[in-house]
């Protein structure tokens, strides 16, 4: 009985959702951008979500000029399907409303040689890669147990070890990947202006001045102030409310 009214209630929250969903788009049409906002976030209330979703709720936000809102949803549908060529077109959009000029400190040396070879795919797609490797190896066993040939023998025998070390390498990246994904914490700077400090503390002097739309990554939390480092790494103390983590 307890599995039906499961079964009941998931089916229920997805009709509302769609609903939800469907309704935004309307409003979105009409140009009735708020309301469209509140049809969509209904949907978050149902606790559904998915990168149409805030795709469209980052479009909303950017036809309205809400800087921070409208990156805050694209790098949240970016998360979701990091491979979208939309989604990161119309971020790099709202990124060019925000006021601070961050650069970005290239890698060198080795680490940006694995970050650009791991990075080619998202972690699953690397784990979908290791699976066709995998199976590639099998057939190349069996190949390799079934023939009776010396020569085809050796093919198999070799094709065995190539299979293996292209599965070693695509899971080592899926690893690799799935690492940086879980211990990247990238936030968004939601107050208009925030004083990020050189200490945790509200005497302590003002290392420098963000404003919002500009994305941070979280490195450590004490209390309600949180440790900020830039793109182009600087390091800093800024309070816990003025920024939002996107994962």
């Known amino acids: 009985m307890k599995n039906l009214v499961y079964i009941f209630l998931f089916i229920t929250s997805f009709v509302f959702a769609q609903s939800g969903f469907e309704k935004g788009n309307a409003l979105y049409q009409k140009g009735q951008y708020e309301q469209a906002i509140q049809a969509y976030e209904s949907v978050l209330d149902s606790r559904q979500q998915s990168a149409d979703l805030y795709f469209n709720l980052g479009n909303c936000y950017y036809k309205l000029n809400k800087v921070a809102p409208s990156i805050y949803n694209y790098e949240k549908a970016l998360v979701l399907a990091p491979e979208d060529a939309d989604i990161a077109n119309n971020l790099k959009f709202a990124q060019k409303l925000t006021i601070d000029e961050v ?13 650009d070879f791991t990075g080619m795919y998202h972690y699953n797609t690397w784990a979908w890669i290791s699976i066709v490797f995998g199976l590639m190896f099998l057939g190349f066993f069996i190949g390799y147990y079934f023939s009776l040939a010396a020569v085809l023998k050796r093919i198999f025998f070799f094709g065995m070890f190539v299979w293996v070390l292209f599965l070693l390498v695509s899971v080592g990246a899926a690893i690799f990947e799935r690492n940086h994904f879980v211990t990247d914490r990238p936030a968004i700077v939601f107050a208009e202006v925030t004083e990020v400090k050189s200490e945790p503390q509200k005497a302590s002097p003002a290392a420098f001045i963000l404003h919002e739309g500009t994305k941070v990554f979280v490195k450590e939390i004490l209390g309600k102030w949180e440790k900020i480092e830039l793109t182009d790494g600087t390091e800093g103390w800024i309070e816990s409310g003025a920024i939002r983590e996107v994962k």
């Open 103 to 115: 650069k970005e400190v290239p890698k060198v040396g080795f680490a940006k040689l694995l970050h």
